[in-house]
Protein backbone atom coordinates (compact mmCIF):
# COMPACT_ATOMS: atom_id res chain seq x y z
CA UNK A 1 0.00 0.00 0.00
CA UNK A 2 1.13 3.66 -0.32
CA UNK A 3 0.17 5.15 2.53
CA UNK A 4 -0.24 4.31 6.41
CA UNK A 5 -3.37 5.98 6.84
CA UNK A 6 -5.66 5.10 9.77
CA UNK A 7 -8.47 2.66 9.11
CA UNK A 8 -11.41 5.04 7.85
CA UNK A 9 -14.47 3.57 10.15
CA UNK A 10 -18.01 5.29 8.91
CA UNK A 11 -19.85 7.91 10.82
CA UNK A 12 -22.17 5.92 12.46
CA UNK A 13 -19.43 4.52 14.56
CA UNK A 14 -20.47 0.63 12.98
CA UNK A 15 -18.01 -0.92 10.76
CA UNK A 16 -19.49 -1.29 7.24
CA UNK A 17 -17.12 -4.28 6.37
CA UNK A 18 -16.80 -6.34 3.16
CA UNK A 19 -15.76 -9.65 2.25
CA UNK A 20 -17.04 -12.98 3.31
CA UNK A 21 -17.09 -16.10 1.55
CA UNK A 22 -19.75 -16.77 -0.45
CA UNK A 23 -18.61 -16.60 -3.84
CA UNK A 24 -15.24 -16.48 -5.46
CA UNK A 25 -13.75 -13.04 -5.69
CA UNK A 26 -11.43 -10.63 -7.41
CA UNK A 27 -10.63 -11.43 -11.29
CA UNK A 28 -8.91 -14.05 -13.67
CA UNK A 29 -5.35 -13.77 -14.60
CA UNK A 30 -6.85 -12.73 -18.41
CA UNK A 31 -9.18 -10.04 -17.41
CA UNK A 32 -6.11 -8.69 -15.17
CA UNK A 33 -3.65 -9.11 -17.95
CA UNK A 34 -5.67 -6.84 -19.84
CA UNK A 35 -5.32 -3.61 -17.28
CA UNK A 36 -3.04 -1.19 -18.56
CA UNK A 37 -0.58 -0.46 -15.55
CA UNK A 38 -0.72 2.74 -13.65
CA UNK A 39 1.38 5.60 -13.93
CA UNK A 40 3.64 5.93 -10.75
CA UNK A 41 3.48 9.56 -11.21
CA UNK A 42 -0.76 9.37 -9.99
CA UNK A 43 0.79 8.50 -6.15
CA UNK A 44 1.76 12.26 -5.92
CA UNK A 45 -0.91 13.88 -8.05
CA UNK A 46 -3.93 14.55 -5.52
CA UNK A 47 -5.53 17.09 -8.30
CA UNK A 48 -6.49 13.88 -10.34
CA UNK A 49 -10.21 13.37 -11.35
CA UNK A 50 -11.22 10.74 -8.30
CA UNK A 51 -12.72 8.51 -10.91
CA UNK A 52 -9.50 8.48 -13.16
CA UNK A 53 -6.26 8.43 -10.52
CA UNK A 54 -5.28 5.56 -10.72
CA UNK A 55 -7.98 3.18 -12.71
CA UNK A 56 -6.90 0.82 -15.58
CA UNK A 57 -8.58 0.98 -18.77
CA UNK A 58 -11.20 -0.53 -19.93
CA UNK A 59 -9.78 -3.86 -21.97
CA UNK A 60 -10.18 -3.15 -25.57
CA UNK A 61 -9.83 0.45 -24.83
CA UNK A 62 -6.58 2.45 -25.44
CA UNK A 63 -5.15 5.27 -22.61
CA UNK A 64 -5.76 8.05 -24.86
CA UNK A 65 -8.87 6.87 -26.62
CA UNK A 66 -11.33 8.63 -24.52
CA UNK A 67 -12.92 5.12 -23.49
CA UNK A 68 -13.70 4.44 -19.48
CA UNK A 69 -11.29 3.54 -17.22
CA UNK A 70 -11.98 -0.62 -16.30
CA UNK A 71 -12.78 1.12 -12.37
CA UNK A 72 -15.09 3.66 -13.72
CA UNK A 73 -16.79 0.96 -15.37
CA UNK A 74 -17.21 -1.06 -12.46
CA UNK A 75 -18.64 1.82 -10.42
CA UNK A 76 -20.98 2.48 -12.96
CA UNK A 77 -22.54 -0.62 -13.38
CA UNK A 78 -22.56 -0.86 -9.24
CA UNK A 79 -24.79 2.35 -9.55
CA UNK A 80 -27.10 0.55 -11.68
CA UNK A 81 -26.50 -3.02 -10.18
CA UNK A 82 -25.87 -2.19 -5.82
CA UNK A 83 -26.86 -6.15 -5.10
CA UNK A 84 -24.97 -7.70 -7.29
CA UNK A 85 -21.86 -9.54 -5.39
CA UNK A 86 -20.20 -9.83 -8.39
CA UNK A 87 -19.02 -6.98 -9.64
CA UNK A 88 -18.24 -5.55 -5.78
CA UNK A 89 -15.98 -8.63 -5.51
CA UNK A 90 -14.43 -6.99 -8.46
CA UNK A 91 -13.78 -3.23 -8.12
CA UNK A 92 -12.08 -4.93 -4.74
CA UNK A 93 -9.78 -6.69 -6.42
CA UNK A 94 -8.71 -4.05 -9.04
CA UNK A 95 -8.20 -1.22 -5.86
CA UNK A 96 -6.09 -3.54 -4.02
CA UNK A 97 -4.13 -4.68 -7.11
CA UNK A 98 -3.36 -0.91 -7.53
CA UNK A 99 -2.66 -0.60 -3.59
CA UNK A 100 -5.16 2.26 -4.03
CA UNK A 101 -6.13 1.93 0.12
CA UNK A 102 -8.48 4.91 0.80
CA UNK A 103 -10.68 3.96 -1.93
CA UNK A 104 -10.27 0.34 -1.48
CA UNK A 105 -11.51 0.67 1.99
CA UNK A 106 -13.98 2.65 0.64
CA UNK A 107 -15.19 0.03 -1.98
CA UNK A 108 -15.03 -2.77 0.54
CA UNK A 109 -17.43 -0.94 3.28
CA UNK A 110 -19.94 -0.14 0.23
CA UNK A 111 -19.82 -3.82 -0.95
CA UNK A 112 -20.28 -4.67 2.43
CA UNK A 113 -23.66 -2.48 3.43
CA UNK A 114 -25.35 -3.80 0.17
CA UNK A 115 -23.97 -8.14 -0.43
CA UNK A 116 -22.57 -10.83 0.82
CA UNK A 117 -19.21 -11.19 0.00
CA UNK A 118 -17.14 -14.41 0.48
CA UNK A 119 -15.09 -15.13 3.55
CA UNK A 120 -11.65 -15.01 1.07
CA UNK A 121 -12.11 -11.40 0.73
CA UNK A 122 -12.88 -10.79 4.47
CA UNK A 123 -9.94 -12.30 5.66
CA UNK A 124 -7.79 -10.62 3.11
CA UNK A 125 -9.00 -7.46 4.47
CA UNK A 126 -8.44 -8.29 8.10
CA UNK A 127 -4.85 -9.13 6.52
CA UNK A 128 -4.47 -6.09 5.15
CA UNK A 129 -5.81 -4.13 8.12
CA UNK A 130 -3.95 -5.86 10.53
CA UNK A 131 -0.57 -5.04 8.84
CA UNK A 132 -1.31 -1.04 8.61
CA UNK A 133 -2.24 -0.71 12.31
CA UNK A 134 -0.18 0.93 14.60
CA UNK A 135 -0.53 0.20 18.46
CA UNK A 136 -3.16 3.10 18.40
CA UNK A 137 -5.61 1.37 16.25
CA UNK A 138 -6.57 -1.85 18.48
CA UNK A 139 -10.31 -0.52 18.62
CA UNK A 140 -11.24 0.28 15.53
CA UNK A 141 -9.26 -3.12 14.34
CA UNK A 142 -10.82 -5.50 16.81
CA UNK A 143 -14.18 -3.00 15.52
CA UNK A 144 -13.66 -4.58 11.98
CA UNK A 145 -12.91 -7.96 12.93
CA UNK A 146 -16.26 -8.12 15.31
CA UNK A 147 -17.82 -6.78 12.04
CA UNK A 148 -16.43 -9.62 10.03
CA UNK A 149 -17.67 -12.39 12.71
CA UNK A 150 -21.24 -11.14 12.93
CA UNK A 151 -21.56 -10.57 9.17
CA UNK A 152 -20.17 -13.98 8.49
CA UNK A 153 -19.75 -16.52 11.10
CA UNK A 154 -17.35 -18.88 10.33
CA UNK A 155 -14.40 -20.76 12.48
CA UNK A 156 -11.97 -19.17 10.33
CA UNK A 157 -13.50 -15.21 11.18
CA UNK A 158 -13.39 -16.09 14.50
CA UNK A 159 -10.23 -17.73 14.73
CA UNK A 160 -8.31 -14.59 13.18
CA UNK A 161 -9.80 -12.22 15.44
CA UNK A 162 -8.65 -14.05 18.48
CA UNK A 163 -5.35 -14.69 16.54
CA UNK A 164 -5.26 -10.70 16.46
CA UNK A 165 -6.06 -10.12 19.88
CA UNK A 166 -3.38 -13.15 20.80
CA UNK A 167 -0.88 -11.35 19.31
CA UNK A 168 -1.65 -7.76 20.17
CA UNK A 169 -3.27 -8.46 23.94
CA UNK A 170 -1.07 -10.52 25.06
CA UNK A 171 -0.71 -9.24 28.59
CA UNK A 172 -4.29 -9.51 28.95
CA UNK A 173 -5.26 -13.08 28.80
CA UNK A 174 -8.75 -12.37 30.11
CA UNK A 175 -9.73 -10.08 26.85
CA UNK A 176 -8.81 -12.52 24.92
CA UNK A 177 -10.92 -15.35 26.58
CA UNK A 178 -13.76 -13.07 26.47
CA UNK A 179 -13.92 -13.31 22.73
CA UNK A 180 -12.90 -16.86 23.22
CA UNK A 181 -16.07 -17.31 24.92
CA UNK A 182 -18.24 -15.16 22.55
CA UNK A 183 -17.15 -17.83 19.53
CA UNK A 184 -17.75 -21.00 21.57
CA UNK A 185 -21.19 -19.11 22.33
CA UNK A 186 -21.99 -18.97 18.42
CA UNK A 187 -20.30 -22.11 17.13
CA UNK A 188 -19.10 -24.07 20.05
CA UNK A 189 -21.96 -26.59 18.67
CA UNK A 190 -21.36 -26.49 15.31
CA UNK A 191 -19.88 -29.90 13.82
CA UNK A 192 -17.73 -28.47 11.34
CA UNK A 193 -16.06 -25.42 13.56
CA UNK A 194 -16.41 -26.02 17.12
CA UNK A 195 -13.31 -28.59 17.07
CA UNK A 196 -11.25 -26.21 15.80
CA UNK A 197 -12.20 -23.37 17.91
CA UNK A 198 -11.94 -25.56 21.16
CA UNK A 199 -8.53 -26.61 20.25
CA UNK A 200 -7.30 -22.75 19.60
CA UNK A 201 -8.90 -21.79 23.08
CA UNK A 202 -7.00 -24.76 24.66
CA UNK A 203 -3.59 -23.80 22.99
CA UNK A 204 -3.82 -20.29 23.77
CA UNK A 205 -4.57 -21.42 27.49
CA UNK A 206 -1.75 -23.20 27.46
CA UNK A 207 0.87 -21.02 26.09
CA UNK A 208 -0.01 -18.86 28.76
CA UNK A 209 3.28 -18.44 30.78
CA UNK A 210 2.76 -18.68 34.61
CA UNK A 211 5.30 -18.46 37.52
CA UNK A 212 6.69 -21.00 39.45
CA UNK A 213 3.69 -20.78 42.06
CA UNK A 214 1.96 -23.84 42.68
CA UNK A 215 -1.14 -21.95 43.44
CA UNK A 216 -1.01 -20.31 39.91
CA UNK A 217 -0.49 -23.14 38.07
CA UNK A 218 -2.74 -25.33 39.35
CA UNK A 219 -5.51 -22.48 38.04
CA UNK A 220 -4.20 -23.03 34.47
CA UNK A 221 -3.75 -26.05 34.50
CA UNK A 222 -7.63 -26.32 35.87
CA UNK A 223 -8.29 -23.76 33.21
CA UNK A 224 -6.85 -26.28 30.10
CA UNK A 225 -8.86 -29.28 31.92
CA UNK A 226 -11.94 -27.49 31.97
CA UNK A 227 -11.87 -27.04 28.42
CA UNK A 228 -11.59 -30.28 27.74
CA UNK A 229 -14.17 -31.09 29.89
CA UNK A 230 -16.92 -28.92 28.54
CA UNK A 231 -16.19 -30.38 25.09
CA UNK A 232 -16.30 -33.76 25.63
CA UNK A 233 -19.96 -33.24 27.08
CA UNK A 234 -20.92 -32.03 23.83
CA UNK A 235 -22.45 -34.10 20.34
CA UNK A 236 -19.85 -33.36 18.57
CA UNK A 237 -17.89 -35.72 16.35
CA UNK A 238 -14.07 -36.12 16.61
CA UNK A 239 -14.84 -37.78 21.13
CA UNK A 240 -12.05 -40.48 20.68
CA UNK A 241 -9.23 -38.46 19.61
CA UNK A 242 -10.60 -35.36 21.99
CA UNK A 243 -9.99 -38.72 24.51
CA UNK A 244 -6.96 -39.32 24.07
CA UNK A 245 -5.74 -35.26 24.07
CA UNK A 246 -6.88 -34.96 27.22
CA UNK A 247 -5.29 -38.49 28.50
CA UNK A 248 -2.01 -37.35 26.97
CA UNK A 249 -2.39 -33.62 28.33
CA UNK A 250 -3.42 -35.36 32.15
CA UNK A 251 -0.25 -37.67 32.12
CA UNK A 252 1.86 -35.20 30.86
CA UNK A 253 1.43 -32.46 34.09
CA UNK A 254 3.54 -33.18 37.32
CA UNK A 255 2.07 -34.93 40.23
CA UNK A 256 1.19 -31.99 42.22
CA UNK A 257 -1.23 -30.90 39.41
CA UNK A 258 -2.69 -34.20 38.58
CA UNK A 259 -6.26 -34.96 39.26
CA UNK A 260 -7.40 -38.45 40.46
CA UNK A 261 -11.26 -37.51 39.36
CA UNK A 262 -10.32 -36.22 35.35
CA UNK A 263 -10.22 -39.43 33.86
CA UNK A 264 -13.52 -40.88 35.29
CA UNK A 265 -15.60 -37.83 34.88
CA UNK A 266 -13.61 -37.49 31.23
CA UNK A 267 -15.56 -40.76 30.50
CA UNK A 268 -18.82 -40.16 31.78
CA UNK A 269 -19.40 -36.86 30.08
CA UNK A 270 -18.30 -38.38 26.91
CA UNK A 271 -20.31 -41.40 27.14
CA UNK A 272 -23.63 -38.81 27.88
CA UNK A 273 -22.36 -36.85 24.46
CA UNK A 274 -21.46 -39.92 22.41
CA UNK A 275 -25.01 -40.85 22.92
CA UNK A 276 -26.16 -36.97 21.77
CA UNK A 277 -24.39 -37.96 18.75
CA UNK A 278 -25.56 -41.14 17.91
CA UNK A 279 -28.92 -39.60 17.20
CA UNK A 280 -27.27 -37.23 14.88
CA UNK A 281 -24.59 -39.04 13.28
CA UNK A 282 -26.57 -40.80 10.95
CA UNK A 283 -28.22 -37.19 9.50
CA UNK A 284 -24.41 -35.49 9.86
CA UNK A 285 -23.62 -38.36 7.06
CA UNK A 286 -26.27 -37.90 5.16
CA UNK A 287 -25.43 -33.87 5.23
CA UNK A 288 -21.80 -34.47 4.03
CA UNK A 289 -22.99 -36.99 1.17
CA UNK A 290 -25.83 -34.04 -0.24
CA UNK A 291 -23.15 -31.89 -0.03
CA UNK A 292 -20.63 -33.64 -1.93
CA UNK A 293 -20.73 -32.01 -5.85
CA UNK A 294 -22.99 -34.49 -7.62
CA UNK A 295 -20.96 -36.78 -9.70
CA UNK A 296 -21.63 -37.17 -13.85
CA UNK A 297 -21.39 -40.68 -15.46
CA UNK A 298 -21.01 -41.23 -18.81
CA UNK A 299 -22.56 -44.71 -19.72
CA UNK A 300 -23.79 -45.90 -23.41
CA UNK A 301 -27.82 -47.22 -21.68
CA UNK A 302 -29.71 -44.93 -20.74
CA UNK A 303 -28.85 -43.02 -17.71
CA UNK A 304 -29.89 -43.84 -14.14
CA UNK A 305 -30.71 -40.97 -11.74
CA UNK A 306 -30.73 -41.27 -8.88
CA UNK A 307 -32.87 -39.04 -6.20
CA UNK A 308 -30.45 -37.59 -3.70
CA UNK A 309 -31.76 -35.04 -0.35
CA UNK A 310 -30.71 -31.67 -0.68
CA UNK A 311 -28.41 -29.77 1.97
CA UNK A 312 -31.28 -27.76 2.84
CA UNK A 313 -33.38 -30.47 3.56
CA UNK A 314 -31.27 -32.49 5.77
CA UNK A 315 -30.23 -29.57 7.18
CA UNK A 316 -34.02 -28.98 8.32
CA UNK A 317 -34.33 -32.68 9.63
CA UNK A 318 -30.93 -31.60 11.87
CA UNK A 319 -32.60 -28.76 13.04
CA UNK A 320 -36.27 -30.12 13.77
CA UNK A 321 -34.19 -32.89 15.71
CA UNK A 322 -32.42 -29.80 17.76
CA UNK A 323 -35.74 -28.36 18.42
CA UNK A 324 -36.86 -31.31 20.00
CA UNK A 325 -34.28 -31.46 22.37
CA UNK A 326 -35.58 -28.13 23.99
CA UNK A 327 -31.77 -27.15 24.24
CA UNK A 328 -31.43 -23.56 23.49
CA UNK A 329 -27.60 -23.51 22.17
CA UNK A 330 -28.15 -26.61 19.96
CA UNK A 331 -31.09 -25.12 18.32
CA UNK A 332 -29.17 -21.78 17.60
CA UNK A 333 -26.24 -23.95 16.22
CA UNK A 334 -29.26 -25.85 14.02
CA UNK A 335 -30.67 -22.60 12.69
CA UNK A 336 -27.21 -21.25 11.68
CA UNK A 337 -26.86 -24.23 9.46
CA UNK A 338 -30.56 -24.23 8.25
CA UNK A 339 -30.24 -20.70 6.99
CA UNK A 340 -26.26 -21.66 5.64
CA UNK A 341 -28.27 -24.38 3.45
CA UNK A 342 -31.12 -22.15 2.52
CA UNK A 343 -30.02 -18.53 1.99
CA UNK A 344 -32.60 -17.31 -0.17
CA UNK A 345 -35.31 -19.01 2.12
CA UNK A 346 -36.99 -15.69 3.30
CA UNK A 347 -38.88 -18.15 6.28
CA UNK A 348 -35.83 -19.69 7.66
CA UNK A 349 -34.36 -16.54 8.90
CA UNK A 350 -37.26 -15.27 10.21
CA UNK A 351 -37.41 -18.28 12.21
CA UNK A 352 -34.30 -17.65 13.07
CA UNK A 353 -34.60 -14.07 14.16
CA UNK A 354 -37.86 -14.72 15.85
CA UNK A 355 -36.02 -17.35 18.03
CA UNK A 356 -33.18 -15.09 19.22
CA UNK A 357 -35.15 -12.71 19.73
CA UNK A 358 -38.04 -14.17 21.53
CA UNK A 359 -36.43 -17.63 23.23
CA UNK A 360 -32.93 -16.80 23.68
CA UNK A 361 -33.75 -12.83 24.45
CA UNK A 362 -30.87 -11.46 22.61
CA UNK A 363 -31.53 -8.44 20.61
CA UNK A 364 -28.14 -7.63 19.59
CA UNK A 365 -27.26 -11.25 17.86
CA UNK A 366 -31.18 -10.96 16.56
CA UNK A 367 -30.19 -7.47 14.83
CA UNK A 368 -26.90 -9.49 13.15
CA UNK A 369 -29.26 -12.70 12.02
CA UNK A 370 -31.80 -9.91 10.03
CA UNK A 371 -28.53 -8.11 8.77
CA UNK A 372 -27.34 -11.12 7.36
CA UNK A 373 -30.49 -12.07 6.27
CA UNK A 374 -31.48 -9.04 4.08
CA UNK A 375 -28.23 -9.24 2.17
CA UNK A 376 -29.28 -12.61 1.22
CA UNK A 377 -32.64 -11.55 0.49
CA UNK A 378 -32.72 -7.98 -0.33
CA UNK A 379 -36.11 -7.55 -2.03
CA UNK A 380 -37.82 -9.13 0.89
CA UNK A 381 -40.14 -6.75 2.25
CA UNK A 382 -40.89 -9.47 5.21
CA UNK A 383 -37.02 -9.03 6.40
CA UNK A 384 -36.70 -5.52 6.07
CA UNK A 385 -40.10 -5.43 8.07
Not at 80 to 101: M, Q, Y
Request: a negative charge; aromatic letters at 6%; hydrophobic letters at 40%.
Amino acid sequence: FRSLKRVFFGSTGVVQAGNFRCMPGGMDSEEEDDLVDMDDSEEDDDDEDDDSEGDEVAPGLSAGGGGKSFTAQLREDIQKTPFDTELHAALVGVLRDSADLERLRQARQQAASKVVLPEALWLEWLQDETRLAGEGDLEELDALHKSACAACPTSQMWLARCAMLRERQAGQPSKVRAVYEEAIAILGLHPEDAPEIWADYRDFEEGLPVASNSGEKAQQVQRVRTLFMRQLALPLPGADRLKEAHATFEGGLEPAVQSKTAAAKAAALSKAAAELWAQREALEKKLQEASRPAMVMVGVGPAETETKASPADVAAELLALEEASGDKARIFAGHLRATHWAPKDVRRWQRFANFVSSEMKDHSRAVEVLERAVRRCPDSSELWL
